[in-house]
């Protein structure tokens, strides 16, 4: 569903912060980025937004060329990707039920969708109370669990995490991963960019190390490693 | 991207929102397209006046035709008979030197003795007034006259309109280099006002686009905040313009009765419908600056 070819990333006046990697992520799969800080993971989640274009090499998701996208296309291709970060991100004049809802404003959706939907997707991350306060109401957990249910609102073919854990307590931070277990189980691929070396060795799921722009190790039901 | 109802709502919501909280920039650029279009709408009004006035001189000039002093009483005569002829002319009246001396006479008043025994060597020429139907025929047949045997000179109201013309040619000009600068200043004032609401919104735009809002959804609020800018502008000058022009109208028809201001609806519509749209437009142009500047995608 994703592959990339020999892609390259140097961003200007810089030495790369990718270096030739090529990686094949199957539909279903639940895959960790790992590698010490400036390893690059973040710039391989922002080349498969198309946030950025790679200096070198070709990505494909789900059969179609991401730098070829034309810009009008790129919107739809960022529909298709849920995307959670450590900062969350949350508009803070915005309840949770709104913020996820504008997940659905912005393609456009009607109300009766977005009524449909909204209150289904927080129960599903177990907000189904919670949606009526704003974000400064909300402990970390929740703040994160309101970001994964804007995320997966849209049924994206991929979700990916950049650090999701990153700002939470280990009680959260579980009960982040066993929600992603579940997200993942529903059929839904995860890309998940981490530092903490416990959650992926106890996960045992596949492992792509990350090591000055280059991949290192890639392995199934993997652990973080010794050094990295 | 489909429009749907709520979608426009949401919209208009952040664009209200927008100006809000821009306040005073919201207030002031406001403010500099009402300007503007006050001075345009003034000057329209003005120089459409002025032709209104221009069109009523010319249907009431006459030709004056100078005879010259050595043609017979027969030829004076046949040159009447052949005015009297041509399609475009609606009535000629014969005004002889005697007559015209009367006239000069009676405009004089007391000082009339000044003219004491001119009647035996009277200067003034036999003279035929000639009106015609349509006043743009005026200028042509006048040429035409003034090259028939026995004709010494034709005369018209040619000077009034040609002075009259050159106004409107100077209201026309000043309008138009004011309004070109304020305009300038008006699409400047809401291009800043815009990418002060960008700024304010950058998070939230970045989000939008995390979430795979296409390019129009994230640029119309401001496009739209623009459009409010400029057509509350235009809304405004226009009330400003009816509430300074309609008593003009009537306080000049009551006291110079003869010199009446454009008043139809169907002339001043257009006028005021298009103050309107300029402010529309030079709130789209300040927008579309900002939002293709600053929101680049
Ligand atoms: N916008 C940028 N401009 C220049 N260099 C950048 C930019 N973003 C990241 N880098 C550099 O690219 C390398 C990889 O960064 P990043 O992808 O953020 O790593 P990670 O997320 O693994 O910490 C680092 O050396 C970083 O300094
Ligand atoms: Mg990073």
Known sequence: MLQLYNVTKIYPNSIPALLDVSLRI?????VFLVGPSGAGKTTLTKLILREELPTRGQILFNGKSITRLRPSEVPYLRRRIGVIFQDFRLLPNKTAYENVAFALEVTGASRREIRRAVPAVLARVGLADRAHLFPAQLSGGEQQRVCVARAIVNNPLLLIADEPTGNLDPENSW????????????????????????IVDQMKKRVVALSHGRIVRDEQEGAYGYGA | MALRPGTVLYHLREAGLSIIRNGWLALASTGVVTVALLIFGGSLLF???????????????????????????????ALGTRLQQRPEVAEVRFISKEEALQ?????????????????????LPDTYRVRTH???????????????PGVEQVRYGQEVVERLLAVTRWARLVGAGAMFFLAGAAVFLIATTIRLSVYARRREISIMKML???NWFVRSPF???????????????????MAGYFPLVSVLESALPFFRLVSERQVLL?????LVLFGLILGTLGSFISVHRFLKV
Do not use: C, Y
């Open chain 2, 212 to 214: 795979g809002a296409t």
């Open chain 1, 26 to 30: 199957q539909r279903g799969e639940f």
């Open chain 2, 134 to 148: 349509h006043a743009d025929q005026v200028a042509a047949l006048a040429a035409e006259v003034a090259t028939w």
């Open chain 1, 175 to 198: 009960q982040l991963m066993r929600l992603f277990e579940e997200i993942n189980r529903g059929g839904t691929t995860i890309l998940m960019a981490t530092h903490a070396w416990d």
């Open chain 2, 270 to 274: 257009p006028v005021f419908g298009g």
């Open chain 2, 47 to 77: 120089v459409l006046n002025t032709h209104h006035v221009i069109g009523d001189i010319e249907s009431k000039v006459e030709i004056s035709v100078f005879l010259k002093s050595d043609v017979s009483p027969r030829d004076v005569e």
């Open chain 2, 223 to 241: 496009l739209l905040e623009g459009v409010i800018l400029g057509l509350t502008g235009g809304l405004v000058a226009v009330g400003l313009t």
């Open chain 2, 103 to 123: 006239i000069v006479k009676q405009d004089l008043g007391d000082k009339a003795d000044l003219l004491a025994g001119m009647e035996k060597d009277n200067p």
